[in-house]
């Protein structure tokens, strides 16, 4: 951003010892002028003083629990920045494999749990406020089916999709993590002594991910990169319950994560008139309120006609074919990123979380044949994982994957 350029200071020159009175006059105006400053720098350093003595400084932010029935990284609202990384176990025979996924397990729990604590261990992340870290740990449906994990029967990977270009190299993994926190130095050394900590247990990497979020007011809808408000029409707390966690019983407090990276064409959608654009989402870029709604959180009548029988939200409308109405109501959690990893390489990081991942997959098979964004998007990498409850004070993540 240009910013208005310093204004050029006049050169130093030194004193003749004859200045004349003009000289004195002037060097008289100066002391006392250094005398107000020094004044009215006292004044202001008693009223910072009292200022202080009257409002006491506001106690630090307590750092987000890392134990808990249900893991932060899916409970704890959305942070600014976020990590991914995808992990793999070696194949060697199930037993040993299922013992060197425990081991992995626990040095996550351990890193995770000390990197999120009030006091963490490591120094880099002392002295600079509360991390705010927000983490998760999912387990890849062929890990699931490999060592015999107890896992939802619906756990498995997606089906290709028409127009898919999936680089393997970016998707998949054995175990996925998801690490979230207010700035980007908490997640590089968060990401790196995850990594450590789950390399020396057994597990090489795989791949890496990093998104962000726009600045936005609390309680407000973020952004993405066509501009369009992403996430306005997520589930209330009591939808999560039906549609987000798993059932009373063995998968209770678990869910699943479906994570699509999308390269969008910002600068190609952006070339579109507005009304396009807008009538491509289904909702004005503007405020986000559907084309029948007033209001950004109305639920879109996906059924209105104009008079010539037309539909308000077009048929190929991004709105339309996500709608809820059209899936029995069911509803999934999407705490989506974007990520730029080049001029050419921008766009979506969909995160989503649901209990059923053929939720996803209905939606999916929509999007892909009819979507008015089909032309700006290119689905490049896929992953989906099974995130198993939280860890109870001294256990460990994915107990629950043995019963």
């Known amino acids: 951003m240009p910013t208005e350029p310093e204004k050029a200071q006049d ?16 060097a008289a105006g100066a002391v006392l002028a250094a005398g107000f400053g020094a004044a009215a720098d006292d004044l202001v350093r008693n009223d910072r003083t009292d200022a ?3 409002a006491p400084a506001a106690p630090p932010e307590a750092a987000t629990p890392f134990y808990g029935p249900r893991q932060a990284g ?19 025979s199930a037993a040993a494999d299922r013992q060197t996924l425990r081991t992995v397990l626990d040095a996550l729990t351990h890193a995770l749990a000390a990197a999120a604590s009030d006091a963490p261990s490591d120094v880099r992340l002392q002295g600079v406020g509360t991390t705010r870290l927000t983490s998760l740990v999912g387990v890849g449906p062929g890990l699931a089916t490999r060592l015999g994990l107890n896992v939802p029967a619906a756990l498995a990977e997606l089906p290709p999709f028409p127009g898919d270009q999936l680089d393997q190299a970016r998707g998949g993994g054995d175990l996925l993590l998801q690490l979230c926190a207010a700035d980007r130095w908490t997640l590089t050394v968060v990401a790196e002594l995850a990594s450590s900590a789950a390399r020396s247990a057994g597990a090489t990497p795989r791949w890496s991910q990093s998104g962000f979020l726009p600045v936005a007011a609390p309680g407000t809808t973020p952004r993405n990169l066509f501009g369009f408000k992403d996430g306005t029409s997520n589930p209330g707390p009591a939808q999560d319950e039906q549609f987000v966690w798993g059932p009373p019983g063995a998968h209770q407090n678990s869910t699943v994560l479906v994570y699509r990276r999308i390269r969008m064409d910002v600068a190609g959608f952006a070339a579109l008139p507005a009304d396009q654009r807008d009538r491509a989402i289904g909702r004005r870029e503007s405020d986000g309120v559907p084309l029948t709604g007033t209001a950004e959180h109305d639920d879109p009548d996906i059924y209105a006609k104009n008079p010539d029988g037309s539909y308000v939200i077009p048929a190929n409308a991004h709105v339309r074919l996500t709608s809820p109405r059209l899936d029995g109501g069911a509803r999934m959690l999407r705490r989506s990123y974007s990520y730029d990893d080049g001029p050419t390489d921008r766009g979506l990081l969909f995160c ?7 939720q996803f997959v209905r939606v ?4 892909a044949t009819r979507d008015a964004l089909t032309p ?20 460990s993540l994915g107990e629950q994957l043995w019963a």
């Open 11 to 26: 050169p130093v020159h030194p004193v003749s010892a004859g200045f004349g009175r003009r000289g004195a006059l002037l």
């Open 52 to 54: 202080h003595k009257r």
């Open 74 to 92: 899916v409970t704890a609202p959305q942070q600014p920045a976020t990590q991914l990384l995808a992990l793999d176990l070696p194949q060697t």
């Open 352 to 358: 989503a979380f649901m209990r059923d991942p053929a």
């Open 364 to 367: 999916q098979d929509r999007l």
């Open 376 to 395: 700006f998007l290119q689905h490049q990498a896929s992953a989906v994982v099974y995130v198993p409850p939280g860890a109870a004070a001294g256990g």
